[in-house]
């Protein structure tokens, strides 16, 4: 597969060197040169598929000639120990994202990007460094996919103070080839340093360099797998298990875990009395599913458009924001304004300037992206109310970024702008934001992953916002 930038169709690469390089010289971002289509014959058994198989499948073709199928099937196998679990929360599905080691959706493009680049760089000598600054999530799940990782070293930036206690230790508690900078200023401040010392000739001569956010495609693409997974299970009306770390009332983590075998609707057993079950299975009559994705940079559901080219069985996405909703006013008015960004209890979607936006307008028009995704955006007390809301009537812990999601889907309803079967992918675990879940609705129960991350002991150099001295903790 050939990838150009979204800013020139020239100078198309191969996708070693987008994967590699991250962003294309001209300042654009790398996208495929085409979308590939499923084989008809995965598409009719997407929904008794292993997830592994769905997304060997989808990530075949963007790596075709590069990366061999073996070699893909044994990184597909090492990066994902975890699935997506599509479970029954109040009539509706809730794709869980949140079993992965750091709690959050980013480690299924981060442990997959990781694995990639040990590959394409097999044989060099020069150690490759990434270089890579954080709010709060992408640290620790880009820190967790790389560490000890042979041939590469991490250094995650991430402003002083201003993270949680839990994530600090997920980025600075692992050690080895893992170095954490607490930097004296703002998440904005550690992307300008990391900028600058990328484009630093005296360090560039020294290691190889690059960079590890969300705009790389090799994160994207492993993102699509989990959009066909869940739409072929709804497509088939089947769920799956409560997984280890589904979040619900009375659930200690002793009691989890009821295995992976795939159920269909009616057979899944309720346990709790205050669970309600989902929607029936319609195995005669299959649809699609809309999905509701809630966004900040727009990398998420960027994966979900590219699952739907590919044929994944899904009605329609819904761009649910924060009160930062560039994207959405977009889509309501065709005029797009990129503003500074607003804080709020979401804050890993406090994002005014959606990068990925660029990505979503290379494959559609205005016009072609309203039929496609419906936007809309929640406030801070309106997600407050939601986590209060369906912990007591579906016993089930959102954390806030989710729970976005599922007041995105209710006003949706109520304004009948949507309808058939829907699922709210949840993008983080609600043990991983307590701060806001726990005044809420008590604490919700610990997976494993985070408890152990708890235990670990920070250690991050803290230096001023200046590049002089990120390059000297470099060298
Ligand atoms: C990163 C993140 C998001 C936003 O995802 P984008 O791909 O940037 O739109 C949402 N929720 C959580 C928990 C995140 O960590």
Same mark, same amino acid.
């Given at each position: 597969m ?11 690469v ?15 971002l790398f996208v495929p ?6 084989p ?5 058994s ?11 499948e989808t ?5 075709r000639?590069e ?7 044994? +990184?597909? /196998?090492s990066? &994902?120990?975890?699935? @997506? ?5 109040? *009539? %509706? ?7 992965g ?7 299924f493009?981060?442990?997959?990007m990781a ?5 394409l ?8 460094h990434?270089?890579?600054a ?10 967790d ?6 041939g590469?070293s ?9 993270i ?9 508690g692992?050690?080895?080839n ?8 703002s998440?904005?401040d550690c992307?300008?340093?990391?900028k ?9 001569k020294k290691t190889?360099l690059?960079?590890?956010n ?6 994207? +693409?492993? /993102?699509a797998? &989990?959009?066909?997974? @869940?739409?072929?299970r709804?497509?088939? *009306? %089947?769920?799956d ?34 669970q ?7 195995p005669?009559s299959p ?8 966004s900040?940079?727009f ?8 699952a ?8 329609q996405?819904?761009?649910a ?15 797009y ?14 994002v ?11 494959h ?17 007390e309106?997600? %407050? ?14 954390d806030?970024?989710?729970a976005v ?6 006003k ?10 829907v ?11 307590s ?10 129960p ?15 150099q803290?230096?001023?916002a200046e590049?002089?001295a990120l390059?000297?903790?470099l060298l």
């Amino acid at each position: 597969m050939r990838y150009y930038s979204t800013r020139s169709k020239n100078n198309a690469v191969n996708f070693a060197t987008a994967a590699l390089t991250g962003l294309a010289p001209d300042g654009g971002l790398f996208v495929p040169e085409e979308i590939p289509q499923y084989p008809q014959a995965v598409l009719s058994s997407l929904g008794t598929m292993d997830y592994r198989d769905i997304a060997l499948e989808t990530i075949k073709p963007y790596v075709r000639g590069e990366i061999p199928d073996t070699v893909l099937e044994d +990184i597909v /196998q090492s990066a &994902y120990p975890f699935t @997506a679990p599509l479970v029954g929360v109040g *009539g %509706r599905f809730i794709l869980e994202l949140f079993h992965g080691p750091t709690a959050a959706f980013k480690d299924f493009g981060a442990r997959f990007m990781a694995r990639a680049f040990a590959y394409l760089r097999r044989g060099e000598e020069k150690p490759l460094h990434i270089l890579v600054a954080t709010s709060g999530d992408t640290g620790g799940a880009v820190a967790d996919g790389f560490f000890q990782v042979p041939g590469i070293s991490v250094t995650v930036l991430y402003p002083k103070g201003r993270i949680t206690p839990l994530q600090e230790k997920q980025i600075a508690g692992l050690g080895g080839n893992i170095s954490a900078l607490a930097v004296e200023g703002s998440f904005d401040d550690c992307q300008r340093l990391v900028k600058a010392a990328l484009a630093d000739e005296n360090l560039k001569k020294k290691t190889a360099l690059s960079s590890a956010n969300s705009i790389n495609i090799s994160r994207l +693409i492993p /993102q699509a797998v &989990y959009y066909t997974a @869940a739409a072929g299970r709804a497509f088939a *009306g %089947r769920t799956d298990p409560d997984g280890e770390a589904t979040p619900r009332k009375g659930t200690g983590s002793r009691e989890w875990g009821v295995g992976s075998v795939v159920s269909k609707h009616s057979e899944v057993t309720n346990t709790q009395s205050q669970q309600t079950t989902p929607p029936p299975p319609t195995p005669h009559s299959p649809l699609p599913i809309t999905l509701c994705v809630p966004s900040g940079n727009f990398g998420n559901l960027t994966a979900g458009l590219y699952a739907l080219k590919m044929g994944a069985p899904i009605k329609q996405f819904i761009a649910a924001t924060n009160i930062n909703k560039t994207v959405p006013d977009y889509l309501a008015s065709g005029e797009y304004q990129a503003r500074t960004s607003q804080a709020t209890i979401s804050n890993a979607m406090d994002v005014g300037a959606p990068s990925n936006f660029e990505r979503m307008a290379a494959h559609f028009s205005w016009e072609e992206m309203r039929r496609v995704i419906v936007g809309v955006s929640v406030s801070d007390e309106e997600t %407050r109310e939601t986590i209060a809301r369906v912990y007591h009537e579906a016993g089930y812990f959102l954390d806030p970024h989710s729970a976005v999601g599922w007041k995105g889907v209710d006003k949706l309803i109520a304004e009948n702008k949507i309808d058939g079967q829907v699922g709210v992918l949840s993008t983080a675990h609600p043990a991983k934001f307590s701060e806001t879940v726990e005044p809420l609705v008590g604490p919700a129960p610990v997976p494993a992953s985070l408890a152990h991350a708890m235990q670990r002991t920070v250690n991050s150099q803290t230096i001023p916002a200046e590049v002089s001295a990120l390059l000297e903790a470099l060298l």
